[in-house]
């Protein structure tokens, strides 16, 4: 399929429909990972030409990916970042981490914007922040797109951090997502301080169950088995 890259054509709709002058993109990345937080960004970028070859951070190589981001963080009007810890979405669920997540990206950007466009159909941050759901906007959104990618490199950094601590979980290379090395590591050694408790993978290791954590809600272990079946590396 042919390369589409994303346009500015929900922000101007925002703009012409509700009179919104700041238009924020957010995205989040590490909802379906077993260790580390789940993190957001929020971006704005104005109506600007993107830097070519802008998508969805998980079109893109590692090698392209680092370097847009790179050029991303000096293109974007303002941008920010929002961590939700594991042990606050084990204590308050995913929803209402993403929530957080995303309301500590949004209310660290300078300016407060007027709108937000948030990738996915599920409006997880709601009032009072006025919000567009876009399916696949970090595909199709300029400010998604951005906030897609710094979020990714940025937490991607986060996880390698992490590596040197716990070597033998490998999350350098997996972001603490699952992945046979970590499966390995976790059945021999077991959950390390960075692990979401209140998650399924528990269930299948019997001499680390008595650690488990109460899950939060059905939509919560919705959005985690919606997580857990794709590996976002």
Do not use: C, N
């Given at each position: 399929m042919p390369y589409q890259p994303p346009t500015h054509s929900v922000e101007r709709s925002l703009r012409?429909?509700?009179g919104a002058k700041i238009v924020a993109g957010v995205d989040e990345v590490g909802r379906g990972a077993w260790a580390g937080p789940v993190t957001v960004c929020a971006?704005?970028?104005g109506l600007r030409r993107p830097p070519e070859g802008l998508t969805d951070s998980k079109l893109l190589t590692l090698?392209?990916?680092?370097?847009?981001?790179?050029?991303?963080?000096?293109?974007?009007?303002?941008?920010?970042?929002?961590?939700?810890?594991?042990?606050?979405?084990d204590e308050l669920g995913m929803t209402a981490a993403l929530r957080l997540a995303a309301t500590r990206a949004l209310e660290a950007l300078p300016v407060r914007p007027d709108a937000v466009i948030l990738d996915g159909k599920h409006d997880y941050l709601g009032a009072p922040w006025k919000v567009r759901t876009v399916i696949k906007g970090d595909q199709s959104c300029v400010v998604v797109s951005a906030a897609s990618v710094i979020?990714?490199?940025?937490?991607?950094?986060?996880?390698?951090?992490?590596?040197e601590e716990h070597a033998d979980f490998c999350f350098r290379d997996n972001a603490g997502y699952p992945s046979p090395v970590h499966r390995a590591a976790l059945e021999e050694l077991g959950p390390t301080p960075h692990h979401r408790?209140?998650?399924a993978y528990l269930d299948a290791l019997p001499r680390w169950q008595h650690l488990k954590r109460a899950r939060i809600s059905p939509d919560d272990m919705a959005l985690e088995a919606g997580g857990q079946l794709g590996f976002d590396f």
């Open positions: 012409a429909t509700t971006a704005v970028t090698k392209r990916r680092t370097a847009l981001a790179e050029q991303l963080e000096s293109w974007v009007t303002a941008y920010a970042l929002g961590h939700s810890s594991p042990q606050e979405i979020a990714k490199v940025r937490r991607d950094a986060m996880m390698a951090e992490l590596d408790l209140s998650w």
